[in-house]
Nanobody, 128 residues
Framework: QVQLVESGGGLVQAGGSLRLSCAASGRTVSSYTMGWFRQAPGKEREFVAGISRSGGTTYYADSVKDRFTISRDNAINTVYLQMNSLRPEDTAVYYC?????????????????????WGQGTQVTVSS
């Protein structure tokens, strides 16, 4: 079982950048397919980005493509979400998630019920 802890959230102006980190403990993160999700007030949780165990395959929601980048450093058990050109509509609690199952199709990465392990979330607020 893996424990996930997010950090790096905060308040930023529109057009700014933030980098979120997800530190894993308990098991090596290289055993896990990982994803980032977000939930804005009054809205359902939605997929943001996903990354394969090796980091060789990534998927993004259309709303963040070309602005956000997911990456991982398995040597230090950490997954990142680099967020650039932030918009007020990116305001949400961002969650890191993991599963020890292997998937190749993007369909699975985008579903929150794919992931068994979740962090506590980190707040990102983008002011206009």
């Amino acid at each position: 079982q893996v424990q996930l802890v997010e950090s790096g959230g905060g308040l930023v102006q529109a057009g700014g950048s933030l980098r979120l980190s997800c530190a894993a403990s308990g098991r090596t993160v290289s055993s896990y397919t990982m994803g980032w999700f977000r939930q804005a007030p009054g809205k359902e949780r939605e997929f943001v980005a996903g990354i394969s165990r090796s980091g060789g395959t990534t998927y993004y929601a259309d709303s963040v493509k070309d602005r956000f980048t997911i990456s991982r450093d398995n040597a230090i058990n950490t997954v990142y979400l680099q967020m650039n050109s932030l918009r007020p509509e990116d305001t949400a609690v961002y969650y890191c998630a993991g599963t020890d199952a292997f998937y190749s199709a993007s369909y699975y990465y985008r579903r929150d019920d794919t992931y068994a392990y979740w962090g506590q979330g980190t707040q990102v607020t983008v002011s206009s």
